[in-house]
Structure formats: C-alpha cells, structure tokens
C-alpha cells in the first residue's frame, strides 16, 4: 500500500512540487528504498481542512503511518529506515553529523546584509571541513554508497546552490574539488532530479526570508 505524504506546494503553483528540502529529503529516501507513495501537494497560505485536522501545527513534511500523520523529517526518515530497511540508507555513526552545520551557516550568510559580519567565512569553513571528509573518504559521506547523511544534504546544497547564486552573485570556491565532484553526482541522480522543484520556486520560496 502507498504511503500517503504531505509536502510543501511550489509558490504561487499549488500542483507544482515545492521548495522544501526537507520534503525532498523523505521523499529522496521513499524513492531510494522503492517505496510506493500517495503524494499531497499543500500550499502553506491556504491549507487545507483536511490537512490542518490531521496535522494541528500545519508543517510539513508529513506522512500517514499506521493511521498516524508523523512530522519532522528527522523522524519520519528513521521509520521509514525500520519499515522497509532495503536497501539500507544508515549512515555510520562516526559519520552522521557530518555537513550537519552547513544549512545554519548558508541561512545565515543568505540573509546577511552585513559583508564583514564573518558569515561568508563560516560557511566556506563548513564547506571546506565536507571538502576534506569527501577527499578522505568519498565519493559520499560514507564511502562508495549513498546514505541517509547524503540524502539529508542533497537538499540543502541544492538550496544553497541557487538562493546564493541568485540573491549574492556567490558559488563555491572552484578549489573545492571534492565538494564539487559530490554535489554533481547527487544532483545528477535520477532520483533527485526526480523530486526536485524548479530553481525559480527555490528563488521564490526564499526571497520572503532574504528580503523580508
């Protein structure tokens, strides 16, 4: 039977996939493991009834279990790893938090307005620590096969990938090789081409958050 999930609607296009990296994530993590799902596209101004019944707070991401609407995609992705555990996405203990700092410092650096308040230089900080982990034991955060760590990642990067090219002009630095060669193999996979909204809703979603 299909997993019902509930994931954010694009801006402004309420049958278009969203910009939620954190609902791509489970549904990254659904597509790795082959796990059929039922998708519900909510468009956060106008939720539905139906959605703000079963789910109070009215976050997403969520997903039907056992008759129980589960949020937080911390959550939901550790049930789904004990519902179907093949293939198995865990991450290696010693390596699930790496990158774990990197969607704070972007935000932060996102929104700054203020170039010698050191944000810049935190995330590029983040990002050369992933850099150097990938160097060592790559091609992803554990090794030859992709992870949970990596799926929670992929998101993000993309996030970052777009909202600093478009609202400060910025990309990585080319000396970044490691970094660079990870986050053309996540991009390119089928599933996260898959699950992955438009760079212009990605824009969109964030533009509120850069210029409030």
């Known amino acids: 039977m299909a997993l019902e999930i509930a994931v954010k609607a694009a801006v402004g296009a309420p049958d278009v996939l969203g910009d939620c990296p954190f609902c791509q994530r489970v549904l990254l993590t659904l597509e790795e493991k082959k796990v059929p799902y039922k998708l519900h596209l909510i468009t956060l101004s106008d939720k539905p009834k139906w959605f703000t019944e079963v789910n109070p707070e009215g976050k997403v991401p969520v997903v039907k279990f056992d008759d129980k609407w589960v949020a937080d995609s911390d959550v939901i992705v550790g049930i789904i790893e004990e519902k179907y555990p093949e293939p198995s996405l865990k991450t290696p203990p010693e390596f699930a938090s790496v990158g774990s700092k990197i969607f704070g410092s972007f935000v932060t650096f996102v929104k700054s307005k203020d170039p010698s308040d ?4 935190a995330l590029v900080n983040e990002l050369k620590a992933l850099d150097e982990h990938l160097k060592a034991h790559g091609p992803y955060i554990a090794g030859e096969k992709i992870t949970a760590a990596d799926i929670s990642l992929a998101p993000k990067l993309f996030h970052l990938k777009v909202a600093l090219g478009h609202f400060k002009k910025w ?3 080319e000396d970044l090789t490691s970094y660079h060669k990870y986050t053309e193999l996540l991009f390119s996979r089928e599933y996260f081409v898959k699950t992955k909204t438009e760079e212009k809703y990605v824009i969109a979603g964030w ?3 850069v210029n409030p």
């Open 118 to 121: 050191g944000s810049e230089q």
């Open 171 to 173: 990309t990585v630095p």
């Open 207 to 209: 533009e509120s958050k």
